[in-house]
């Protein structure tokens, strides 16, 4: 079975706080996305990465940062944390560069609160 | 105009029924489509893809596509209390490197 695993699964940070959020995946997948998950908007793409030391922009990119340094792992950081975002996020993988992109496997989420 | 809208529902359904869930995209070039199951305080697990136009069934699931109308849906038969989910659909957009998902539709198959 896939494992996706997240390190953190809640976590209260302080506004402009650095936050770091790791997310390490066991099957050797080559893409590897962020997801933030809010009530009413559903998720929202923060960033993806295609390959190591890759990374794209999603639709919400705006006071992200990530970092692949090695394939299995892909960390979000968020340098000067916001009350707005307050959410939970979601780390995925999937194995295909074809259109099973779509195919995720996800990890169980990490819940941030910012105050 | 959303790129993956769905009904938010809740779509309350007996039990033993068929319950069908909608969803239209906006992206004419989409050619690959899911549909995640997320439980309440869970996070979304894949239980169907769909690429070509038709129908596609698997077990109790069975996926529909028209890309004419860009819509996909999602019947289940035989509804279950353990089918009582949140149903996301999903879209590769954005020339197929980007997946879309829509707000989700709460399903609630009660007994």
């Known amino acids: 079975d896939v494992k996706v695993t997240q390190s953190s699964r809640y976590l209260v940070k302080r506004t402009g706080e650095k936050v770091f959020l790791e997310c390490v995946q066991d099957?050797?997948?080559?893409?590897m996305f962020w997801y933030r998950q809010d009530p009413g908007l559903g998720l929202r793409l923060i960033y993806f990465?295609?390959?190591?030391?890759?990374?794209e922009k999603g639709d919400i990119p705006e006071g992200y940062s990530v970092s692949r340094e090695k394939k299995e792992r892909f960390s979000l950081i968020l340098e000067s944390a916001s009350t707005n975002q307050t959410s939970m996020y979601l780390c995925?993988?999937?194995?295909?560069?074809?259109?099973?992109?779509?195919?995720?496997?996800f990890g169980e989420g990490s819940r941030l609160t910012v105050l | 105009q959303k790129e993956v809208e769905q009904n938010s529902g809740p779509l309350s359904v007996p039990e033993g029924a068929i319950a069908s869930l909608n969803c239209t995209y906006s992206?004419?070039?989409?050619?690959?489509f899911f549909w995640y199951r997320q439980y309440s305080g869970k996070s979304p697990e894949l239980i169907m893809s769909?690429?070509?136009?038709g129908d596609k069934e698997d077990g109790r699931f069975t996926a529909q596509l028209n890309k004419a109308s860009q819509y996909v849906s999602l019947l289940i038969r035989d509804s279950q209390p353990s089918d009582s989910a949140t149903y996301l659909c999903?879209?590769?957009?954005?020339?197929?490197?980007?997946?879309?998902f829509g707000t989700g539709t709460q399903l609630k198959v009660e007994l």
């Open positions: 995925a993988s999937s194995l295909y560069p074809d259109r099973r992109t779509g195919e995720l496997f």
């Open positions: 099957m050797d997948h080559e893409n």
């Open positions: 990465s295609y390959d190591v030391k890759m990374k």
């Open positions: 992206d004419r070039v989409s050619q690959s």
């Open positions: 769909i690429y070509s136009n």
């Open positions: 999903a879209v590769l957009t954005g020339g197929g490197n980007k997946l879309t």
